[in-house]
């Protein structure tokens, strides 16, 4: 977007929103590319509005990046409405499909790790490194209360960060402190401005849902009783955070005593037993974030402790299978190995020769 394209807009757009991708967009490098995953709902597209008009101020390239799921019929409507507001933005905007495959966490966790190898495929093209992503309070309130429902503990209660690492991509979140309200107000106003409108994801009222039915069915109750709840869960979220850094330098330390070997995704049995009780699942739980992978429930976590501590420590053991997210845990020639599941068969025929 130019400068000019930059003016027409800039009266849709919110003060306070704006500030806070403002504030994002000076803290990445000078000159760096940055991108915007939009799937055209009213949330990513004011944020490609916003950072639209702040990107043009600040002499930034910026791309919008749209994943076609093939989940809800209107799919390809809502890949035509994301390059739609792309061009009314005079901004660059790249698409990709993919395809979504159940996994054991469901379909939820399915399309979010399909969604982020993509984002980061079409980032690669681009030549970008850093994507705004359009969460916002209201989110990470009921990011909190999910994390709490399914057991994540204490650590898991930072739930979403403004900044993260994930393999080579830098992920942002200016909004988080910002409440979907505003953001409506502004796609309401940009609507009458422009005639673009957002999209409506039915799964979003679908109480099959987990973040759906916590939508439908609690969050009516919860403004009800407790108004103020979306900044108090989100307080937690700040607090557990900063306990969540203090634990992470922790297991940074002590990832470093288990022989760690760069590529091979694989440390040390016998050096992992070596830590104090205490300390092995954090390091666990450090190993699998540095990868990029969600946190298991507790219940999982202990059960993968458990067969650890009980494998046997030398060579192989074939009855390691623990299965997380498109991946498997097993244990070969005294080593703890992350392989995917697509290799999972080969790694378990060159155990049995």
């Known amino acids: 977007m130019n400068i000019h394209s930059a003016d027409v807009w800039r009266s849709a757009c919110d003060g ?5 991708v403002r504030t994002t967009l000076a803290g990445l490098p000078a000159g760096a590319s940055v991108g915007v995953a939009l799937s055209a709902g009213a949330d990513s597209a004011m944020l490609a509005l916003h ?3 702040a990107s043009a101020d600040a002499g930034r390239p910026l791309h919008c990046f749209h994943i076609h799921h093939g989940l809800q019929a209107a799919a390809d409507q809502w890949q035509a409405q994301a390059h739609a507001l792309a061009g009314l933005l005079g901004v660059a905007c790249h698409s990709r499909r993919v395809r979504v495959a159940r996994q ?14 993509a984002l980061a495929a079409l980032a690669a093209h681009a030549g970008v490194e850093h994507i705004l992503l359009a969460h916002h309070l209201d989110d990470q309130a009921e990011t909190v209360l999910l994390r709490l429902l399914r057991g ?3 650590l898991g209660l930072a739930a979403m960060s403004p900044a993260m690492q994930r393999q080579a991509m830098s992920y942002h979140r200016p909004w988080l402190e910002q409440p979907r309200d505003r953001i409506l107000q502004v796609a309401d106003r940009f609507a009458e401005t422009s005639g673009w409108h957002a999209v409506q994801d039915p799964s979003n009222r679908d109480a099959r849902y987990k973040r759906a039915a ?18 108090t869960l989100a307080r937690h979220a700040r607090q557990a955070g900063e306990l969540a850094q203090g634990a992470r330098d922790a297991a940074t330390a002590d990832w470093l005593q288990l022989d760690p070997q760069d590529g091979d995704d694989s440390f040390s049995l016998a050096a992992w037993r070596a830590l104090p009780a205490a300390r092995q699942a954090p390091v666990l739980r450090f190993w699998l974030q540095e990868r990029g992978l969600r946190m298991p429930t507790e219940a999982r976590l202990n059960a993968w402790l458990k067969q650890l501590r009980e494998v046997h420590a030398l060579g192989h053991d074939r009855q390691v299978r623990l299965r ?10 005294g080593r703890v190995r992350l392989i995917s ?7 378990l025929k060159t155990q049995l020769e």
């Not at 054991?104 to 190898?117: I, L, Q, V, W």
């Open 16 to 20: 306070h929103l704006l500030a806070a």
């Open 324 to 333: 997380h997210e498109k991946h498997v845990i097993v244990v070969q020639k």
């Open 214 to 231: 916590v939508r439908l069915d609690l969050v009516p109750v919860l403004d009800a009783h407790w108004p103020a709840w979306r900044r």
């Open 104 to 117: 054991g966490d469901g379909m939820e966790a399915a399309a979010r790790s399909a969604r982020y190898a």
């Open 51 to 53: 950072a639209a008009v």
């Open 341 to 347: 599941e697509a290799t999972d068969g080969n790694i």
């Open 152 to 154: 994540a503990g204490p």
